[in-house]
């Protein structure tokens, strides 16, 4: 992987919430300004759309007419929301990030699917299969949680779900930086500011074939129809994804995410979770050694503490990864962090850690210095 092409701080460990512009990205967004105020652009933005339709249906293995593009993530969940009308439930498990959770509330008593909440820590095949019944229609789940860093088992899940029921993934936490079994979900939704280094403007909105008989389009507007000027309302949708669109999307935002997602398959999904994995298990053993406790380190209630490298299997390995600190106060250990040069977050008492691939050992020295301060020679 071509580090050279990405220029993020040594010291930055927080793509779970803001991934800085690949170089490529951030010039196709500074020619983007430029066309806006040249001669009909609009040719050359399509353009680029296309490119990165292209893109997308090869990184999520599906044919281009399933993809679409929306503003955002949360665009995206509530057009799969709205998607889903009528009697029945949608499974959610209780943790969900909330961009994952609001769309299905509001929809609840407004002609949506009922919310069915699933209190487990990690979703299995055999909690789902635990929840199951003829009410359910839809489950909603992050592909990989914010705060855990644990990857749903996708494949499994859809398994037992079975194909009367729809499988919607939130991506957001892992689609171009672990391996994912995509073919797995019915609708997805992925922004591009994360992860994929292509800032804020555009998300990818996948919709399935073999689910568009499940599927209305609640959210389809104009840009959702076949010829939208030829007639009086309402025209048909547009068949696959795009008749959950409600107008153009964010052209220069789609030429970012375009380019950044054909880097991500330039360099491979496989070999960029390698090695985001192992710099996270350099981090995750760094915080260990320093008396840490790492969230999903066990089994609830096991107890005891886990050796470097003992942790969660292979597996389980994501970009996240959370630790506190016990006897100390989480705000400060984060103050610290960021006193030592590195970027983190803070949830409650778990300072969230999320390198990429291109992450250096120095973040790894750096976060061992912070965790053990020097001690004060007695006056």
């Not at 993020?8 to 803001?18: C, H, I, K, T, V």
């Not at 996708?154 to 939130?170: F, I, N, Q, T």
Request: hydrophobic content about 50%.
């Amino acid at each position: 992987m071509n580090v050279q092409i990405f220029a993020e701080p040594s010291g930055y460990l927080d793509f779970a919430r803001l991934g800085p512009l690949s170089r490529a990205a951030a010039a196709v967004l500074a020619e983007s300004a430029w066309r806006r105020i040249g001669d009909m652009p609009l040719a050359w933005f399509e353009e680029q759309a296309a490119r990165t339709r292209s893109a997308a249906a090869r990184l999520l293995r599906a044919a281009e007419h399933e993809v679409a593009f929306v503003s955002s993530t949360s665009h995206g969940l509530f057009a799969a929301a709205a998607a889903l009308p009528g009697e029945g439930v949608v499974l959610l498990p209780r943790g969900e990030f909330p961009a994952n959770v609001y769309p299905w509330l509001r929809f609840e008593g407004r002609g949506g699917l009922r919310v069915r909440w699933i209190d487990e820590v990690r979703l299995t095949p055999q909690v789902l299969a635990e929840h199951l019944d003829g009410s359910v229609r839809a489950l909603a789940v992050s592909a990989v949680d914010a705060l855990t860093g644990y990857p749903a088992p996708l494949g499994a899940l859809k398994e037992v779900l079975g194909p009367g029921r729809v499988l919607v993934v939130d991506a957001i936490q892992g689609l171009g930086v672990v391996p994912l079994e995509v073919e797995a979900a019915d609708v997805l939704v992925c922004g591009g500011q994360k992860w994929l280094r292509a800032g804020w403007g555009a998300a990818l909105f996948l919709a399935r074939d073999r689910v568009a008989g499940l599927l209305a389009p609640g959210l389809g507007g104009w840009s959702g129809v076949e010829g939208p000027l030829a007639g009086p309302a309402p025209r048909p949708p547009l068949a696959g994804a795009a008749a959950h669109t409600m107008t153009n999307p964010d052209y220069p935002g789609v030429a970012a995410l375009g380019v950044a997602i054909e880097l991500v398959l330039e360099a491979g999904v496989a070999e960029i979770g390698r090695r985001t994995a192992d710099r996270l298990g350099e981090l995750l053993d760094t915080a260990r050694a320093a008396g840490a406790r790492v969230l999903l380190d066990a089994p609830a209630g096991a107890g005891g503490p886990v050796p470097p490298g003992a942790g969660r299997g292979a597996a389980e390995w994501s970009g996240i990864g959370s630790f506190t600190m016990p006897g100390r106060d989480p705000a400060a250990v984060h103050a610290a962090l960021a006193a030592a040069g590195l970027t983190t977050t803070l949830r409650g008492e778990w300072i969230r850690l999320s390198p990429h691939a291109t992450t250096s050992g120095e973040a790894v020295q750096r976060l061992a210095a912070a965790l053990h301060p020097p001690r004060k020679e007695p006056s």
